[in-house]
């Protein structure tokens, strides 16, 4: 198992376009999370998935923004029409279940730069 | 709510120092998860340490020492013999039992010198 694998790392993107990002947990995680790091700034937590269902989404996460895990395995986090502050970090982490016993595995991440 | 403080923002030290990051946290649980990773350039953030809030003993692994104060609600973390590799942010984090967002604070860079 390589770790939690994230596609592309870079990004760049006119304003108001759409862009996808893809994230592949570790294999036998069944939970999965979505955090956005800017510049300076540790993560912010943008929304967690339990197998397929989406159970939880931020504030941070605005009408713009949609994440889905199809089959319970990857993930895609959307985000339409790229406005300036978009521009960040976006790091996927998964765990397995049974409790806060392990600690979260992060990916490297995908930067995002709208211009 | 939850909030994770990391007062120091840039740390500069010369290789074999050791060095204290600082972390105080504040939650209204009782229950609660406490994490510390670091952030090389390469972005992506390792885990390093997972302490609940029943367990208040100190753990040391190598070079790392960290230091868990329910009284001073502070989860420090301390580099012994400070090296070059150890050059990266380093964040500390924190949950409550039950919940699964993590809560970070903004990180503190540590840069050693050689």
């Known amino acids: 198992d390589t770790g939690v694998s994230q596609d592309p790392r870079h990004k760049i993107t006119k304003r108001g376009q759409n862009v996808t990002f893809r994230c592949d947990p570790i294999s036998e995680h069944n939970r999965l999370y979505w955090y956005r790091q800017t510049l300076g700034q540790g993560p912010e937590f943008l929304t967690y998935f339990q197998n397929e269902a989406q159970l939880e989404k931020s504030r941070l996460l605005s009408d713009r923004f949609s994440a889905e895990r199809p089959k319970g395995s990857f993930s895609t986090l959307e985000i339409q029409r790229t406005e300036q502050g978009d521009s960040a970090m976006y790091l996927c982490?998964?765990?397995?279940?049974?409790?806060?016993?392990?600690?979260?595995?992060f990916g490297s991440g995908t930067r995002l730069t709208v211009v | 709510a939850q909030k994770v403080t990391q007062a120091q923002t840039e740390i500069s030290v010369v290789e074999k120092e050791d060095v204290t990051l600082d972390c105080v946290y504040e939650t209204r649980d009782t229950t609660y998860y406490l994490f510390w990773y670091k952030q090389p350039p390469s972005g992506e953030l390792v885990f390093l340490i997972r302490r609940n809030s029943f367990d208040e003993q100190n753990e040391i692994s190598g070079r790392y020492s960290w230091n868990f104060q329910k009284s001073t609600s502070s989860f420090n973390f301390t580099i012994t013999a400070s090296q070059v590799v150890d050059s990266a942010v380093y964040f500390c984090a924190l949950t409550q039992g039950g919940s699964e967002k993590l809560v970070f604070g903004k990180g503190t860079k540590l840069t050693v010198n050689p």
């Open positions: 982490a998964s765990r397995p279940g049974g409790g806060i016993l392990y600690g979260y595995t």
